[in-house]
C-alpha cells in the first residue's frame, strides 16, 4: 500500500499543527462557533447530540496492521472503546472530547493517517473496490489512481469551499462494487477497442433526499489526462452550482437544472482550455503503481487441499467459507470477510480489543493489510486457503465470522438517533431487532443474496435509497416512522428503490421486512434472486402482504 | 487602515468608490456594473482604477478592461463561498492578469494560504485584530500536491 514520503507526512504534521492553533482560537474565543464549524468539519469534526464525532480517513478503505493497532489505541485512550465503519470506508470515534481532537490527530499522523476532508463541503475521501487488486474480474488495479486522486484533492487551494461535499469513487473491475453509479464523479477502468486502458467517467450520481444516477459525460478518457478532466468538472461546478439552498446544491442538482447535454458541453470546454497544463505522466503513474505490487504470493498455495477436507467435515467452516470468502485471482488464496454484523453488535462498530486481534491475525495471515467495504465490514484480502480453517476459528472466537456476508443480516446502517445530531430516528435498534428476529441461519442462507440498507434520517448515509430493501427513518410529528423502499441497487445496472407505501411504525418494521422475506420465498422462481424477482412482479405483491392488516 | 500585500503589512492607499459617490481622481475601486457603465470617465480620471468582484460577478464579463486595471478585489460576503478562489484562478491563468488581486470582506486567516496559491496576493481583514494571524496563515504549509497560480 502507498507509504509517505516526507512531503505527505509534512503536509499532514503541519496540518496537525494547523487544527490545535485553530482549537486554541476557538477556545479563547477568537474564532466564533460558525468560523470553527468550517474549519473543524474539514477536520472531520461534528458537534453531535452526546458528543462530538471525529471522522478519521480511510484512504479508498486501505489499512495497515499498525494503524488498526493505533485506531484501537485512540478508542481506548480518547473514546468508549469501539469505533464505528462507515459506508464511506471511513472510521468514526463517537465520544473524543474538543480539546483532545488535536492529539488524536497527531496519533494518526504518527501512523500516515488524518481526517482532513472527511467532512464539509469539499472533496472527500476517494472510495474503491474492497476487492481492487486482488478480484478476477479487474481491467485495472484502482488503487493508484485512487492515491493520485487522493493526493490531488488533499488541501486543494481552489475547491476547498464547493457549493456542497463532493465524492468521488473509482472501480477497475467489471463488476462494480464501489457504487460509482451514485457519487460526485464516478470513475471506471475501462479498455477501448484499441486495447488502451482509460476511464469513463460519469458525474451527477448521489443518494441523500434526491437520489440519481450518474450520467456517462466522457465513454472514454485518457490516462493522462485525468486530473485535468476532474479539474474541468470541479471548476464548473464551484463557479455555478447552486449555493442558495443547501438540498439543491448537490452537482446531480446542476447536472439536471442545465441539462446533461449543456453541462457536458460546458465541460468539455473548459477542459480544452486546460488540459494539456495538468498532464498525469506515465513516470508518475509509475511510481505511485510501485507501492501496490501484488504481494509475494506462494506459487505451491493451491497444492493445499486441507480446506476442502476441513468443508466436508465441518459445516459451519464450509458454510462461512461459502457465504465470507470470495475468489482471488491469484491461485490458492482467497478473499476473507470479517463481519462487523454480528448479532447484538451495532452494524459496522468494533472494539478496541477486536482492532488489536485483527491487527494481528493481519499481519499473520494477510500481509498486514486491510480494507474496509462499503458495506461495513473488513476484508483480508490476500489469504492462503491452507490459513483459511485456523483463521476461520480465531475470527470466530472474535465474533468476527458471522457467515451473513451478503445476506439479510449484513445490514448497512447510521449510527441514527444514538449519536448523530441529524437522525430521525434510531436505527442501529431497528437493525438489531430485525437481526434478532431473522436468527434461523438457514433460513437467512435459502434467502440468499438481499441487502438491506437503513438511514436514520434523509440525508442516506447507509445508501438506503439503494437497498434491495431501504428502509429511511422519518419524523412524524415526534415519533418514528420508517419508509421502505424495494429494488433499488448500487450494483452495475443501478436503480433507485421504489416506495413501497405509507411509513410504518416502528414496531411493524420488523413484521413488514419478514413479511416481505415470507412473500418472496413463497413467490420467487427457482434461482430466482430476490432483487431479480422484485424486477419480474414489482412492488404490489410485497404491498398487499405488508398493508394487509392496515 | 492596514492590509496585508506581499507578505507584509502596509497602509492601504485605495479609496472605496461607492456607486452614488461621484467620481473623483485618485486611486479608487468601483463596482463591476459601474465600470461597465463608466468605463471611459473611470479611465479619464487621474490615478489607478480598481474592481471589485463579488462571488455572483463574472471574470468574463470585465475581460477587455482587465488590462486597464490595477486592482481587483474579491470580496467575500461570507468566507463559504468558494467560487472567489475560482475567480482568482481565472484572473491569473486564464486571462493573465498581473496586477494586485486582494481579497476582503469575511474571510479566516486560515484561508489564505489558498487564497495565496490562486493567485490573490494582498489581504484587508475586516478585523484589524486579525492581521497578525493573517500573516501567519500565509505560512500554515511549506508544501503542497497540486500545481495553481502559486
Redesign the interface.
Known sequence: MYQYNEIDQKLVDERVAQFRRQTERFLKGELSADEFRHLRLRNGLYIQTHAPMLRVAGPYGLLNSKQIRKLAYIARKFDKGYCHFTTRQNIQYNWPKLEEVPDILAELASVQMHAIQTSGNCMRNTTTDHLAGVCVDEIEDPRPYCEIIRQWTTLHPEFDYLPRKFKIAVSGALHDRAATQLHDIGIHLVKNKNGEIGFRILVGGGLGRTPMIGHVIRPFLEKKYLLSYLEAILRIYNLYGRRDNKYKARIKILVKETGIEEFTRQIEEEWQLTKDTLILTEERINAIKKHFVAPPYELSAAEDQTFVLHQQENPAFATWYKYNTADHKAPGYRAVFLSLKAPEVPPGDMTDDQLDAVADLADDYTYGEIRVTHRQNLVFADVKQADLFVLWQKLDRLKLATPNIGTVTDIICCPGLDFCSLANAGSIGVAKEINQALDDMDYIHDIGELKINMSGCMNGCAHQSVGHIGILGVDKKGTEWYQLTLGGTSDNEAAIGERLGPAVAKSDVTKAITTILDVYVKQRLEEESFLDMVKRVGIEPFREQVYANH | MQIIKDNQLTENTWAYLADDMEIADGDATVSTSRLKQHSQTLLNRKGKLGVRLT?EDSVSDIAELLPKLSLIELHFPE?????L???A?LLRN?YHFSGEIRATGHF?P??V???S??GVDSFATEDQARLS?TLAGLK?????????VN
Open positions: 462571488p468566507l463559504a463561498d468558494g467560487r478562489f475560482s475567480q484562478w486564464r479566516l486560515d484561508q494560504f489558498y487564497l496559491r490562486v494571524s500554515d504549509f511549506s508544501v503542497n500536491y497540486q500545481p495553481s
